[in-house]
């Protein structure tokens, strides 16, 4: 069974301030992907990582793919409020493990103005 | 280009009825993927359709069933509810498998 390791769980940050979330695993994935999702809404992606090492900068977010693509982070800088959410990485294995996302448990991020 | 759209939004059932949840997945999307969230499990995969079969599924009971029409669109179904069933069902389409999948904004179902 596939698991991926989300941290942290929580975090409550003043704007402005600098973040990392981290997904691990021990298992390889053929491709990552990173949502947000809003309370009551499904999660809306952010990026789709599928290269080991590959790095991708989305504004202020910056998403990395693991050499061996068993982990991921998302780098956030300079925080704001708007950023607030529950932040989800998934992940898929490819072969016959058709449609099938894996999901980390959560990073529900608190801005505070 | 239309998102995901899921019916109804919100539904009230009681322990032993049944439930249909509907999802309509992109245009062109063939592949639709069902989850369950809930706040002590997270994200859990249910299974997924394409081209009107399914190719995979998760852990859940024979009560947790579904299906795809040739238009692409799903339906799945639980029988027997239970107050655990209680959750918000997500139904995300892709262009096939090992693609991005895209979410729909979810059928928030209270058993009680």
């Known amino acids: 069974t596939q698991l991926l390791e989300q941290s942290p769980q929580f975090l409550s940050i003043q704007e402005g301030e600098n973040l990392t979330v981290y997904c691990n695993s021990s298992?390889?994935?053929?491709?990552l992907q990173w949502y947000r999702q809003e309370p009551g809404e499904g999660p809306v992606l952010l990026v789709t990582?599928?290269?080991?090492?590959e790095v991708k900068k989305l504004k202020r977010l910056t998403f990395q793919f693991g050499d061996a693509r068993k982990d991921s982070s998302l780098h956030i800088t300079a925080a704001q409020p708007g950023d607030t959410g529950l932040y989800l990485c998934?992940?898929?294995?490819?072969?016959?493990?058709?449609?099938?996302?894996?999901f980390g448990q959560g990073t529900i991020l608190t801005v505070h103005p | 280009k239309a998102g995901v759209t899921q019916t109804p939004r919100y539904l009230i059932k009681t322990r032993g009825q049944q439930v249909t949840l509907s999802c309509s997945p992109i245009?062109?999307?063939?592949?639709v993927s069902w989850y369950q969230q809930t706040p002590g499990q997270g994200l859990q995969f249910l299974f997924e359709?394409?081209?009107?079969?399914?190719?995979n599924k998760g852990n859940f009971p024979g009560r947790f069933s579904g299906r795809q029409f040739s238009n692409s669109r799903s339906e799945m179904n639980v029988s027997t509810l239970e107050l655990g069933d209680s959750a918000l069902y997500l139904c995300?389409?892709?262009?096939?498998?090992?693609?991005?999948?895209?979410f729909g904004p979810g059928t928030r179902l209270l058993v009680l």
């Open positions: 995300a389409s892709s262009l096939t498998a090992g693609e991005t999948q895209y």
């Open positions: 298992s390889v994935f053929s491709s």
């Open positions: 990582v599928v290269t080991g090492g």
């Open positions: 998934a992940g898929e294995a490819g072969g016959t493990s058709y449609g099938k996302l894996t």
């Open positions: 245009s062109g999307h063939r592949s």
């Open positions: 359709y394409f081209s009107e079969t399914q190719r």
